[in-house]
């Protein structure tokens, strides 16, 4: 078992900025990869990023690219999202997860997941 502890998230005026950190422990040694899902109220949860944990490759969303940075530290099997630039429609709760299941990093079919984060993002 992997337990995801999210931190970081809060209200913030648009333009601002806001980290979200994701710590695993239990089983820490992390297979495959990590990401970063977000569900805003009325909407299915969507993919946001990920991270191979491996090769370090990165993988994001067409509406956060340019704005938003995955990250990794192996060392403390930890996972971060830095947001830049928010918009009002970032706004959502925010989820890590971990080891991609049969969907594949876009999907939330993740075998692990956090108890998520909210992020604000006022006008």
């Known amino acids: 078992q992997v337990q995801l502890v999210e931190s970081g998230g809060g209200l913030v005026q648009a333009g601002a900025s806001l980290r979200l950190s994701c710590a695993a422990s239990?089983?820490?040694?992390?297979?495959?990869?990590m990401g970063w899902f977000r569900q805003a109220p009325g909407k299915e949860r969507e993919f946001v990023a990920a991270?191979?944990?491996?090769?370090?490759?990165?993988y994001y969303a067409d509406s956060v690219k340019g704005r938003f940075t995955i990250s990794r530290d192996s060392a403390k099997n930890t996972v971060y999202l830095q947001m830049n630039s928010l918009k009002p429609e970032d706004t959502a709760v925010y989820y890590c997860?971990?080891?991609?299941?049969?969907?594949?990093?876009?999907?939330?079919?993740?075998?692990?997941w956090g108890q998520g984060t909210q992020v604000t993002v006022s006008s």
């Open positions: 239990g089983r820490t040694v992390v297979s495959s990869a």
């Open positions: 991270v191979n944990w491996s090769t370090g490759r990165k």
């Open positions: 997860a971990a080891d991609p299941g049969r969907g594949g990093y876009y999907t939330p079919t993740y075998n692990y």
